[in-house]
């Protein structure tokens, strides 16, 4: 026993000496630094930073990583303050689509950046072959307890399946439209959860609504954009609360009609509604929580472009005079239709009045963040600048917003278009207003149909309360356009409130309120005699002039305007004979028209900003100076 405890000390004392010599030999202590720094270089590939091999705007460097976009992000319908925010780093494995799910992860992309964009700190491209997939251990606050728990995605691009701590929450598809689940009965005991979402996104190679995202962006078409796009976000609710509400003024009756969607409602429950305006509260009305509460508004503040004023809404959910729920939301009173002038010919009316309705097409992309905007103030820029342009409207072009984007131009006072996304092009374009080819109507296969369909009534139904919206765009220059004349009245049907533009540029079907030409570069107009007398006329599409500014475009090469300049005062010279031209097209019939575009985008270069917003290539002033004199011109 005591010769092996000999040996074996003399066999530690043996190891010690050579560690230590191995230890102060140059060569391990060179392999050990080595090690280190490819470890350092490891983490630094996983760790978030913005992508910079391209432009991007002013903002991206005021992305907080821990925090980016904390806004509350439903401002149509706001509970009380028990909500979490989970926007922020996640982390990301992009595998193949036949693989289940992945063994271990990329490193981190920062949420709600779409996984191509810079500010995601990836800035790979996924496709059809491809699964993207978020993971994340999420704590649910204490306050939430006893709650049912709401797990909110403002949207993701495309097919989305979520996973709670293992177990499927549910599955969506649609990458423009809000959804839910409650992942209340998944929840462990503990704090901690862990949420893992699968993302599939076939850009231009499925049926779905896309939008402008194509494989290999080039001109008019851009990068793709999947995954989660918008925020991310938990809500603790009782078990009975209000999941939506709709607002429809009627100012010729002097009312507003107020209903709302109950979760598991029970007989005999109320809703209260209070309509404040500031802190006064103008009228009350209590009505059951399955009806529809019609509130008298005498002598009410109209909304319009120059005097956006907001209602206030308090409702509150009651069963047997206790409070089960409440939110506050708000409404404006305003009207938007149709009427002759006194040469018959149909106008635009805003409150029963002529508005000339002039803004820029808009697409609302950013090179660093694609769909999404860096910051809020990043958001609200655009939309600060081109009312400051002496715009008084914005077509929103073939891509929806996030809600508080809506919100902003409710309060500016700012009148929107909204297109639908459009998907599963290929069928013939006619742009001449009199020739209606009948025969151009794409034959959609039912389930390109059935995603056409389903996500374009919810995008109805989730914009719906919005009072800036005024025109609802089913289709853009047949691109899928199919079922014209159904898909319009299915349009008008659903939201009575609102005007119809069926196709903006074409095919051209008499269905619907408005007859659209676009028409590059000059500004022109449908004949008011072939269409004045059924529809409004308005110039969907004009412009485009291109000004390339050094520094600032997204590619070096094949940048391209429908009509190109050398300097910012040829352009504005050019432009303002556009303007010149409106001023006699509206006496004549013309009652909306719609400039491209608010600011570069990819390869477009004939925005009034560049793609980065650091350049305005025609001063502000300059440009409010000949837009303000069209809306002073009446039929």
């Given at each position: ?19 230590k010599q ?31 091999d391209?432009?991007?705007t ?39 689509k ?15 950046f ?54 499927s ?9 809000p ?25 231009d ?6 939008g ?46 107020i ?11 109320q809703?209260?509604?209070?309509v ?10 209590q ?9 008298s ?14 209602y206030?809404l ?14 506050k939301?708000?409404?404006?009173m ?9 040469k ?109 369909r ?11 309360n ?12 047949a691109?899928?356009?199919f ?9 008008m ?17 008499v269905t ?20 004045g ?35 910012s005062?040829?352009?504005?010279v ?36 560049t ?25």
């Open positions: 026993m005591k010769r092996r405890s000999q040996a074996y000390s003399r066999s530690v004392a043996f190891i010690g000496t050579y560690l191995l230890v102060l030999s140059p060569f391990f202590l060179l392999s050990l630094h080595l090690s280190a720094q490819t470890n350092k270089a490891n983490a630094q590939q996983t760790e978030w930073h913005v992508i910079k391209k432009i991007v002013p903002w991206a460097e005021k992305v907080n990583p821990k925090a980016p976009l904390p806004e509350y992000p439903r401002p149509q319908l706001v509970r009380n303050n028990n909500w979490k925010n989970l926007n922020g780093l996640w982390q990301y494995a992009i595998v193949p036949t693989v289940a799910a992945p063994t271990k992860y990329d490193g981190q992309i920062l949420v709600p779409a996984v191509e964009s810079a500010l995601s700190g990836v800035g790979k491209t996924v496709g059809k072959d491809s699964t993207l997939w978020y993971s994340n251990t999420i704590t649910v606050p204490s306050s939430m307890k006893n709650k049912a728990v709401l797990l909110h995605f403002g949207a993701v691009d495309w097919q989305t399946e979520v996973f709670v701590n293992g177990k929450a549910g599955k969506h598809e649609g990458g423009f439209d959804f839910t689940f409650d992942i209340t009965a998944l929840l462990n005991n503990g704090a901690k959860q862990e949420i893992k979402i699968r993302v599939w996104d076939p850009t190679e499925g049926p779905q609504p896309r402008k995202q194509v494989r290999k962006p080039e001109g008019i078409w851009y990068t793709p954009v999947t995954g989660i796009w918008q925020t991310v976000w938990l809500e603790a609710v009782p078990e009975s609360y209000i999941m939506s509400t709709k607002h429809t003024p009627d100012i010729d009756a002097h009312t507003i009609t209903s709302a969607e109950v979760a598991n409602i029970q007989t005999g429950d809703l209260k509604i209070e404040l305006d500031g802190k006064s509260v103008v009228t009350t009305k009505v059951d929580a399955a009806g529809t509460a019609v509130i508004m005498e002598n009410e503040k109209l909304w319009s472009t120059t005097n956006p004023f907001l206030d308090h409702i509150t959910l009651l069963r047997k005079n206790k409070v089960v729920d409440d939110i939301s708000y409404f404006a305003r009207k938007i239709s149709m009427g002759k002038d006194a018959g010919i149909q106008r635009m009316l805003l409150n029963n009045q002529f508005v000339f309705q002039y803004g820029p097409l808009d697409q609302g992309w950013y090179p660093d963040g694609l769909y999404t905007a860096a910051t809020e103030k990043a958001m609200v820029y655009d939309i600060d600048k081109l009312k400051a342009m002496g715009f008084n409207m914005i077509r929103k072009h073939i891509k929806v917003e996030p809600a508080r984007y809506y919100n902003y131009c409710d309060k500016s006072g700012m009148l929107l278009w909204q297109d639908m996304p459009s998907g599963d092009l290929g069928n013939g374009w006619e742009n001449r207003p009199g020739v209606l080819d009948h025969g151009s109507d794409k034959n959609r296969t039912a389930t390109s149909e059935g995603y056409y389903k996500e374009w009534d919810i995008i109805i139904n989730s914009l719906y919005f009072p800036s919206i005024v025109v609802w765009v089913p289709f853009n220059e691109w899928g356009q079922k014209t004349v159904e898909i319009t009245e299915w349009t049907k659903k939201d009575p409130s609102r005007l119809v533009n069926s196709a903006s540029g074409g095919n051209f079907y619907g309120h408005i007859i659209d030409l676009h028409n590059y570069p000059h500004p022109a107009m449908p004949s008011p005699d072939l269409f007398e059924k529809q409004i006329l308005v110039l969907g599409e004009f412009g485009g002039l291109g000004l390339p500014v050094d520094g600032h475009t997204w590619q070096q090469k094949n940048n391209w305007g429908y009509q190109s300049f050398k300097n005062n040829d352009l504005f050019k432009y303002s004979s556009f303007t010149d031209r409106l001023a006699e097209l509206i006496p004549l019939g013309l009652s909306a028209a719609v400039y491209t575009q608010t600011t570069d985008v990819e390869g477009e270069i004939n925005g009034f900003m793609y980065d917003r650091k350049v305005m290539k025609v001063p502000v002033e300059q440009l409010k100076s000949v837009n303000s004199k069209l809306y002073t011109i009446q039929p």
